[in-house]
């Protein structure tokens, strides 16, 4: 919950981000300089949130030292390619770089790094990676691309320049709060991916757009099917022998959600 809560504080921070944004990514200081505020109010709305739901839970004894078995090498190595992957990743924001090529390049040449250092061929990893999100993926943009095909996308850009026409600020409300909640039906990637195709031919304005943001990078939190990050997540737990139901999740995201939304949404409003 807190991945997607901070999915907004840089144009990386979530793949959503620049399937919303598509070839018009803000450059670095003023994607800052919009969602600064918001980012943090999102943050710390859903924080208090979470500590205040688990306080009970928090509250037991921890131990006050643990052993410390140290990074070997390999597991080094892999954090300092992390870091280099993150440093390219915000100097190609910064330089209004395309982001694909940069992140495949960097993890890429980490792996082939780490496993150079450990003498060990490639394909012990192939096994590590959840092969099984792929075609789901592909299968959402498969659905945006059929949805074009039925002229819903012209519609919305219609009834977006309309609303915008009214009122930009009571556009960004329902817009960015509507597609909170649609992310949560269909997943934010193809849900961003529809937006944009509606956003771009509307010429949106950057309250709008910023709203849609983050609505598509925020609503997920209200349930398991919402984003790749919880997915991603529940199937690491899940490996590591534990379980979160889908009833369960939903419990927890109505209580995160909404209020971490409405003053994200707020803030951007005000300061726009």
Request: aromatic residues 4%.
């Given at each position: 919950m807190i991945a997607n809560a901070a999915s907004f504080v840089l144009p990386i921070s979530n793949p959503a981000n620049l399937v919303l944004c598509g070839s018009e990514m803000p450059p670095l200081w003023p994607w800052l300089k919009q969602f600064a505020v918001p980012s943090v109010l999102s943050i710390a709305a859903t924080y208090a949130v979470l500590r205040s739901r688990y306080r009970h839970e928090l509250g037991g004894e921890i131990l006050a030292s643990i052993p410390d078995p140290g990074l070997r090498n390999g597991a080094r190595y892999t954090a300092y390619g992390i870091g280099a992957a993150a440093i390219a990743l915000l100097l190609a924001s910064g330089f209004d770089v395309q982001l694909g090529a940069p992140t495949l390049a960097a993890g890429a040449a980490t792996a082939l790094f780490v496993l150079l250092e450990k003498?060990?061929?490639?394909?012990?990893?192939?096994?590590?990676?959840?092969?099984?999100?792929?075609?789901?993926?592909?299968?959402?943009?498969?659905?945006?691309?059929?949805?074009?095909?039925?002229?819903?996308?012209?519609?919305?850009?219609?009834?977006?320049?309309?609303?915008?026409?009214?009122?930009?600020?009571?556009?960004?409300?329902?817009?960015?709060?509507?597609?909170?909640?649609?992310?949560?039906?269909?997943?934010?990637?193809?849900?961003?991916?529809?937006?944009?195709?509606?956003?771009?031919?509307?010429?949106?304005?950057?309250?709008?757009?910023?709203?849609?943001?983050?609505?598509?990078?925020?609503?997920?939190?209200?349930?398991?099917?919402?984003?790749?990050?919880?997915?991603?997540?529940?199937?690491?737990?899940?490996?590591?022998?534990?379980?979160?139901?889908?009833?369960?999740?939903?419990?927890?995201?109505?209580?995160?959600?909404?209020?971490a939304l409405l003053l994200a949404l707020g803030a951007l409003i005000l300061t726009s």
């Open positions: 003498g060990e061929v490639p394909w012990p990893l192939l096994p590590g990676v959840t092969w099984s999100v792929l075609p789901l993926v592909a299968g959402l943009f498969v659905l945006v691309e059929g949805l074009n095909h039925t002229g819903i996308v012209p519609q919305l850009t219609e009834l977006l320049k309309w609303a915008m026409s009214q009122s930009a600020a009571a556009t960004a409300w329902i817009a960015g709060a509507g597609l909170a909640f649609v992310s949560n039906a269909m997943n934010n990637l193809p849900a961003g991916l529809i937006a944009e195709s509606a956003v771009t031919p509307a010429h949106a304005r950057a309250v709008v757009k910023g709203a849609l943001l983050i609505g598509v990078d925020l609503g997920p939190n209200l349930s398991v099917t919402g984003s790749l990050a919880a997915i991603l997540s529940l199937v690491a737990l899940k490996r590591e022998g534990l379980s979160c139901t889908a009833a369960e999740f939903l419990k927890i995201g109505a209580l995160v959600m909404p209020p």
